[in-house]
């Protein structure tokens, strides 16, 4: 069973930076691809940056592109999203989700799920 557990979640000012980290346990197999979503009050659950553990493409929501990266350390099985320049149009509570084979923005696609971690930028 695949299990993520992510941290790094915080109240920050307007143009400050914060870094996510999702630790990830379970099959391999099952979590070659490695997602980051958003959902603030009242909205959808959206796709943030999602990538592949085998050094395949990284992938970015236009509101992320430029300003928020998404890497992994494959010796510590975590996956981080370093935010910059944060808005406080990106706060929101941040889930680390998984899944098999291809990066997608759909998060019905997704098989596992982190329990989320709020981040609050403050204008």
């Known amino acids: 069973q695949v299990q993520l557990v992510e941290s790094g979640g915080g109240l920050v000012q307007a143009g400050g930076s914060l870094r996510l980290s999702c630790a990830a346990s379970g099959p391999t197999f099952s979590r070659d691809v490695m997602a980051w979503f958003r959902q603030a009050p009242g909205k959808e659950r959206e796709f943030v940056a999602g990538?592949?553990?085998?050094?395949?493409?990284?992938y970015y929501s236009e509101s992320a592109k430029g300003r928020f990266t998404i890497s992994g350390d494959n010796a510590k099985n975590t996956v981080y999203l370093q935010m910059n320049s944060l808005k406080a149009e990106d706060t929101a509570v941040y889930y680390c989700?998984?899944?098999?084979?291809?990066?997608?923005?759909?998060?019905?696609?997704?098989?596992?799920w982190g329990q989320g971690t709020q981040v609050t930028v403050s204008s």
């Open positions: 990538m592949l553990w085998n050094g395949g493409g990284r």
């Open positions: 989700a998984a899944r098999r084979v291809v990066v997608t923005a759909s998060p019905q696609t997704y098989d596992y």
